[in-house]
Structures are given as structure tokens and as C-alpha cells.
């Protein structure tokens, strides 16, 4: 074949995926606020979530984040996120459930929790939430899922929320307009690195 005839079945087979993904952009023009869920047991859950806060600041939004789970306030994105006049921003862990042990209190710390995830899904000025490592308090129970899909139901309609963590159940990835799940191939810990500064923490 040469370089014409290439050149030629190149723009035909460009072309025809040019019709496709135009017609796919014509039929989603509706504007709503999403409920995104990141979920799997791979690495970047948080990340991708925090990615999306970025890109939201760029469209000047204001953006609401809720650490379940977590209690440390030393990680990258916190430092940075909290001197960000377009963040607000909760820590509203303990540490991870193999450290606290505790059924009773766990339980407590996720429904306080809640109660202040709930006031900002009841804010119309913030225009994206982050419920990070959400999934847990619904995994084990803390939390009753259809309590917490009817809060996300009534939330301001333009209004986007990104819940991340594993294990996200089968209620709430079927609420969600958008679920992805990470899948974990390989890690550097399991290799005996810790937690680097920049990339974990």
C-alpha cells in the first residue's frame, strides 16, 4: 500500500469515528449536577477526586471536602486545598478501622460525620463535594445507605458529588451517574516502599 492509499483509508477510518463522536456530543447536551463514585481496590481514588476539585477552582466553583475515615492533616492535598479560598474543608476520621477497633466509636465519628456532609449537600453555593473514603461508614453499616441516597437525591440540582473508596455498594454505584473502579496491578508497598510524600501522602 502506499503512502496516498494510506493516507486515504487513515481520513475515511477518521472520518466515520468524527460521525460517531459527534453524534454521541449532539444527544448529551443536558445540563445536572453528578454523583460521581470512584471505588475499586486500586491506587488513585482520592487522587482522581482531588484532580477534579483542581479543575473545578479553575472554573471558579466552590467545592466542599468531607475526609471520612481519615484523621491525619498532614497530607499534599490538604496542605494545599486549605489555602485555597474556594475550599472547605473537614477532617472528620479517626484513623483506619484496624487502628481505632472500636465499633461504637467508629460508628459515632461517621454519623458526625454526616451531619456535616449533610449541611454542605444542603448548600446551593457549593457547586462540587467531595465525600472521601465514603464507601467505609456504608460498607460497615455505620451509615444506612438509603438515608444517605435519599440526602443525595435532594441535594441543589447543579450541585456534583465524587464519593470515593472500596468496596462502594451495590445501592450507590446504581444512584451514581458515573462509577469507576481501580483495579489494582501492581504496588510499590507490597515491594516494601513506604508511603512517599507526593504520591501517597
Not at 188 to 200: L, M, S
Request: proline letters at 3%; glycine letters at 10%; hydrophobic letters at 35%.
Amino acid at each position: 500500500m502506499d503512502n496516498s492509499e494510506q493516507e486515504k483509508r487513515y481520513q475515511q477510518r477518521m472520518q466515520r469515528k468524527k460521525t460517531v463522536v459527534d453524534s454521541a456530543v449532539s444527544r448529551a447536551g443536558r445540563q445536572q449536577g453528578l454523583l460521581l463514585v470512584l471505588t475499586g481496590n486500586g491506587k488513585g481514588k482520592s487522587t482522581s477526586a482531588f484532580g477534579m476539585v483542581v479543575r473545578a477552582l479553575g472554573h471558579c466553583m466552590q467545592v466542599g471536602v468531607a475526609q471520612f475515615i481519615k484523621s491525619r492533616s498532614d497530607t499534599g492535598e490538604e496542605l494545599f486545598f486549605r489555602r485555597q479560598p474556594g475550599v472547605i474543608w473537614h477532617t472528620l476520621g479517626e484513623g483506619f478501622t484496624w487502628e481505632t477497633q472500636n465499633l461504637e466509636r467508629d460508628t459515632e465519628m461517621a454519623q458526625r460525620g454526616w451531619a456535616v456532609a449533610r449541611q454542605m449537600l444542603k448548600d446551593p453555593s457549593l457547586d462540587l463535594i467531595v465525600l472521601d473514603e465514603f464507601t467505609y461508614p456504608l460498607k460497615y453499616g455505620w451509615l444506612e445507605v438509603d438515608k444517605v441516597l435519599a440526602d443525595l437525591k435532594t441535594r441543589p440540582p447543579m450541585q456534583h458529588v465524587i464519593v470515593t473508596g472500596r468496596g462502594a455498594p451495590e445501592a450507590l454505584c446504581n444512584a451514581a451517574d458515573t462509577v469507576t473502579e481501580l483495579r489494582d496491578i501492581k504496588h510499590a508497598f507490597r515491594a516494601g516502599t513506604g508511603a512517599q510524600k507526593g504520591i501517597d501522602l
